[in-house]
């Protein structure tokens, strides 16, 4: 079920088990249907695929997170670090 999923995809990420990590958000993703469990997996997913420094596939969810929760700040809180983290890096 999602929330099987969702959580083994948070205990991962804890464990920095960035690519279960992954796995786990994608099939929580996968299995719901409900606007906001999909964008917290989608979320998940951003942070994994960041802390794999698969930049491209975190910016992604990220966005994808943000479209389907506009008015949650999550989402928008990590693009915005993400870009900030972009700029340190390309200088």
Known sequence: SYSDFY???EVSLKKKEFKEALEYFS???D???NPIEKADALLGMAI???SLKDY???KEYGIASHKLLPDETEGLEFLSELYQKGEQICH
């Open 48 to 50: 994994a695929s960041d």
């Open 56 to 58: 491209v596939k975190a």
């Open 7 to 9: 959580k083994i995809g």
């Open 27 to 29: 099939k929580a993703s």
């Open 31 to 33: 299995k719901s249907g």
